[in-house]
Nanobody, 121 residues
Framework: QVQLVESGGGLVQAGGSLRLSCAASGTFFSINGMGWYRQAPGKQRELVAHITSDGNTKYADFVKGRFTISRDNNKNTAYLQMNSLKPEDIAVYYC???????????????WGQGSLVTVSS
């Protein structure tokens, strides 16, 4: 069974930094794009950043210049480095990945369990 396991959330003061990690475990053929989404209380889930299998990235305007997405394909892990955090960044952050399975090469869209990021002002 393939799953995404997140780590790295927590509490930080405004202006501080956190790094989220998302590791894919289990048996699979390949991982396509990986991304980070967030959902603040009372709001819809929104895309924060995305990275393709060959490293092309895109960011939401509200994190450009502050957040950096990266991945280590050897470790099947994606990262989200978050700098200059603001109170408006408070949310549960979810990892997302497109995984091709070894069984019939099916495509699965997977989500991590979510990581709470809290920023104190």
């Amino acid at each position: 069974q393939v799953q995404l396991v997140e780590s790295g959330g927590g509490l930080v003061q405004a202006g501080g930094s956190l790094r989220l990690s998302c590791a894919a475990s289990g048996t699979f053929f390949s991982i396509n794009g990986m991304g980070w989404y967030r959902q603040a209380p009372g709001k819809q889930r929104e895309l924060v950043a995305h990275i393709t299998s060959d490293g092309n990235t895109k960011y939401a305007d509200f994190v450009k210049g502050r957040f950096t997405i990266s991945r280590d394909n050897n470790k099947n892990t994606a990262y989200l480095q978050m700098n200059s955090l603001k109170p408006e960044d408070i949310a549960v952050y979810y990892c997302n990945a497109g995984v091709v399975t070894t069984l019939n090469y099916n495509y699965l869209e997977l989500w991590g369990q979510g990581s709470l990021v809290t920023v104190s002002s």
